[in-house]
């Protein structure tokens, strides 16, 4: 067992601190505030690697392996939750999907433009009448010859309005309920889709969530993912990589609001001294350091598992569940330390409270976490092998050239 990063675990780590501190921190409070999208930092986070860290070069990617992209999550949402939610919606839930299921030529297709972040991706499963469950959705693909016809609606998907390819998912046989879905990857401009913004979000802000409309899209066959009815196991195994980024990212919350905390205690002053001299105070921050500690072991095992291409949907939802609850949490006693101030968009710990909120309920809500941890603790629960697995990292493949 070893808990030591690599020298290049860290050298990302510094990179994507670096990166959030002299390019997100200064200019996010202005995007949160007029809810506005920051697109500015999508070439910004193309140019350095980020937006493909853990695909390989021969695909355009920066060819660094699982854990790096948990140390980039973690990073990014030390900055900010939605610029976080943004790389954990375009490379977890769309591009490494394609990398998992797709065939040779979608992968060569559709993965460089994403990898540099010269096309940004989303995920559609959620829709109005269906969310935590899936199999309840609505949206239908009928094949006519080459082509599927898409019929539906998505609601709550990050960057609908702002992406230009989508990953989303339909029925093609009802009847089989989850057996019938099927994946199909649409782009912007196709007739009959439409895009648009979910407007007075709780947090958020700096996050485009809007809502998707297919009214008789036109999709050639050669844009399915995977074979028809693999569309329940494709999304399921996208989202076992985006909760691992979320976990990541809480702990990135969690990091950003002790630190404040900490500074801000240092200087208030009531009743003569600082308030960090209380014992009370002390003790949020000593919770603040457990939950990051305990947080950190549950994120870097999970990308530990990926890494040797183990499945790990328990391991990450289990990551997942307590470190967004953690930072949810934690955020709350930011805000309680920063006292009135804190309750105010003066400090950063109020956007914090509000942003951890979201992830509580997005990619599984805790209670979905606490079905799957007693499933398997029943024995009810098992995972079958996959006809296509995220692939263990290998550094000789990934950062070959072709
Ligand atoms: C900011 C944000 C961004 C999002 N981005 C995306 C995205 O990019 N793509 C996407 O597809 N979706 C996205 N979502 C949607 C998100 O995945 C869903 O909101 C989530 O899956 C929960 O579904 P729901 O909101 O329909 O709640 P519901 O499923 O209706 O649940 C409502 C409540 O009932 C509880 N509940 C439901 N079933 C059970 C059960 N069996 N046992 C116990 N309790 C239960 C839930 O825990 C919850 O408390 C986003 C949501 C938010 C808030």
Not at 144 to 151: A, F, H, K, S, T
Not at 186 to 206: C, F, H, Q, S
Not at 389 to 398: G, I, V
Request: glycine share 10%.
């Amino acid at each position: 067992m070893d808990f030591e990063l690599t020298a290049e675990h860290k050298m990302i780590r510094d990179m994507i601190y670096d990166f959030a501190r002299k390019e997100i921190k200064p200019i996010i409070k202005e995007y949160d505030k007029n809810h506005e999208f920051p697109m500015e930092l999508v070439p910004k986070m193309g140019a350095m690697g980020f937006m493909g860290v853990c695909l390989p070069v021969r695909y355009g990617g920066a060819g660094m392996d699982y854990i790096s992209f948990g140390l980039v999550a973690e990073g990014l949402e030390w900055a900010d939750s939605s610029v976080r939610e943004t790389l954990a919606v375009h490379l977890a839930l769309h591009a490494l999907p394609i990398f998992q299921w797709g065939t040779e030529e979608q992968k060569q297709r559709w993965l460089p433009p994403l990898a540099t972040g010269e096309k940004l991706a989303c995920f559609g499963l959620t829709e109005p009448g269906a969310g935590s469950d899936v199999a309840g959705m609505a949206s239908r693909a009928r094949r006519e010859g080459d082509v599927y016809i898409l019929n539906g609606e998505k609601m709550w998907i990050t960057l609908a309005d702002v992406a230009d390819r989508f990953l989303v998912f339909a029925k093609t046989d009802p009847e089989k309920k989850h057996r019938g879905i099927t994946a199909f990857v649409l782009e912007r401009g196709m007739p009959g889709l439409t895009t648009g913004t979910i407007e007075d979000k709780l947090g958020v802000w700096a996050s485009n969530t809007g809502w998707i409309s297919m009214s008789d899209v036109e999709v050639p066959v050669e844009n399915r993912l995977g074979e028809e009815g693999e569309g329940f196991k494709i999304a399921m195994s996208a989202i076992d990589n985006a909760r691992y980024t979320v976990a990541a990212g809480a702990v990135g919350l969690m990091k950003a609001a002790m630190e404040e905390s900490i500074a801000y205690a240092k200087q208030r002053k009531t009743f003569g001294q600082p308030i960090a001299n209380y014992q009370l105070v002390q003790q949020m921050i000593a919770q603040m350091q457990q939950r990051i500690d305990i947080g950190e072991l549950l994120v870097y095992k999970a990308g530990w598992l990926k890494n040797k291409g183990v499945r790990n949907t328990r391991e990450t939802s289990m990551a997942k569940w307590f470190c967004t609850e953690a930072a949810f949490q934690t955020a709350s006693d930011a805000v309680q330390i920063h006292g009135a101030y804190g309750y105010s968009d003066e400090y950063n710990v109020a956007r914090y409270l509000r942003n951890s909120k979201g992830a509580v309920i997005y990619e599984g809500t805790s209670q979905v976490h606490q079905l799957i941890q007693a499933g398997y603790a029943f024995g009810w629960r098992k995972d079958k092998p996959l006809r296509k697995e995220l692939p263990a990292y290998d550094p000789d493949y990934w950062t070959a050239e072709a």
